[in-house]
């Protein structure tokens, strides 16, 4: 279990250098740092070039459930790749009272870690504001749109694993 719950100086790129594997010919840590950083920058937006990088990242098999809730500084747009790579045995994913993760980002999260079986993404929901959302049912009109580009594992969804979502107070998802 990783928990980062509650971290505000946790921030995209320095979840990305955490990630990475330094090399020890380097002598120069803050060139490889800059580098690092540039190279991210230049891939992020790229699934396919962003898994087949030269960044060599750190993978931990046996981190099952990763924990983002209120990290203001996480961005995951520019880390929902990196997870899949680090944690390939994703099974739990938490990043409840965060606004910087939408439903594209949830998709993609959902498509490259195909072994996800539960995700809390709930936000802090005002006493004034009933609206409340706790499951995200696959006849949604958003579902529907997108199931042309969805991939199969092992013959099923991508994302056919996902037993629980958690999307209480998410206003944004429709």
């Not at 380097?26 to 991210?40: A, G, I, K, T």
């Not at 070039?49 to 809730?69: D, G, H, P, W």
């Not at 938490?94 to 910087?100: E, G, M």
Request: charged share 20%.
């Amino acid at each position: 279990k990783l928990d980062f719950s509650g971290c505000p100086q946790v921030t995209g790129p320095l979840l990305v250098l955490s990630l990475l594997q330094f090399p020890y010919k380097s002598n120069n840590f803050s060139d490889w740092v800059r580098q690092s950083l540039r190279e991210f920058d230049r891939l992020r937006n790229d699934k396919f070039m962003f898994s087949q990088m030269s960044l060599k990242t750190a993978t931990f098999e046996a981190v099952c459930e990763v924990n983002f809730s209120k990290c203001p500084g996480v961005h995951f747009s520019d880390i929902v790749n990196l997870l899949n790579l680090s944690f390939p045995s994703l099974r739990i994913f938490r990043a409840s009272y965060n606004v910087h993760l939408n439903l594209k980002n949830m998709l993609n999260l959902l498509e490259s870690s195909p072994l996800i079986s539960e995700m809390d993404l709930s936000v802090d929901c005002s006493p004034v504001m009933l609206l409340k959302a706790s499951i995200l049912s696959s006849v949604t009109d958003g579902y529907q749109q997108l199931s042309g580009k969805l991939h199969v594992f092992n013959g099923r969804p991508a994302f056919s694993k996902l037993t629980k979502l958690s999307l209480e107070g998410r206003t944004e998802l429709r």
